[in-house]
């Protein structure tokens, strides 16, 4: 089968959370492609799904055990337009008329491959643009690099807070939220934000981790980012 080279790119950026996770199992269904896995510090979880319709012929196949996601990307920069993407026993073939790669795939049982998502429930789910968020960590990266991010919800506010003698406060309306919320986070919501833009959907409780939902028409992906312990 081909694959646009431009969209797996793109998706395996976005597992990745620009390198942060290191390996996964890409796994074929009727629908598309699928994948489950942490980051390395094990504090990110991804849930990310693949739209048939990013390939062409497309066919289900065995799971890919990838051991180097940056290094798969890396090849498909190397690309324009629609590639061949084959399976031939432990190697995956990537190429078009002018250039090929063959890159080497890992044995299963050797990549951690997490088979459903952490069981979580939150009273508070809302949209939001992502843009906010955004602000919340450049205004912490102003302070100081590093800087951990507080997320307040009450009299239908969400505020972004961050520093304590050196401060900033970012603020934006939310309504009909059940319960208050007080939780902070550190570096991976940085990183995760880092590969997304847009609209997203987000689920979010006091000292309990963040789910952040986001999709476009071909790829639609879930993050699980554990919160710091400020005790």
Known sequence: MKVDSKTLKNFLQKVSINNNVKEAVLKFN???????????????????????SAFTDYKVSEDLAI?????????????????????????????NRNRSFQF????????????????????NTFDLE?????????????????????????DNKLRGL??????????TDI???EEDVDVTFG??????MDVIEGKIKVSLSSNYPITLEWKDETMDLTFVVAQRNTD
């Open 30 to 52: 009727e629908e598309g492609v699928s994948v489950m896995t942490f980051d390395e510090s094990n504090t990110i979880f991804v849930k990310a799904f693949l739209n048939k």
């Open 67 to 95: 051991s180097d996601l940056t290094k798969l990307k890396k090849f498909m920069e190397r690309f324009e337009g629609q590639i061949d993407f084959v399976k031939d026993e432990n190697v995956l073939q990537l190429g």
């Open 104 to 123: 080497m795939l890992s044995d299963l049982e050797t990549i951690k491959n997490p088979v459903k998502m952490p069981t979580l429930t939150y009273k």
């Open 130 to 154: 992502s843009k906010f968020l955004h602000e919340v960590l450049k205004n912490a990266d102003v302070i100081e690099k590093g800087l951990s991010v507080q997320l307040k919800i009450s």
């Open 162 to 171: 961050c520093g304590n003698n050196d401060n900033a406060e970012e603020m």
């Open 175 to 177: 309504f009909d939220l």
């Open 187 to 192: 570096e991976p919501l940085k990183q995760v």
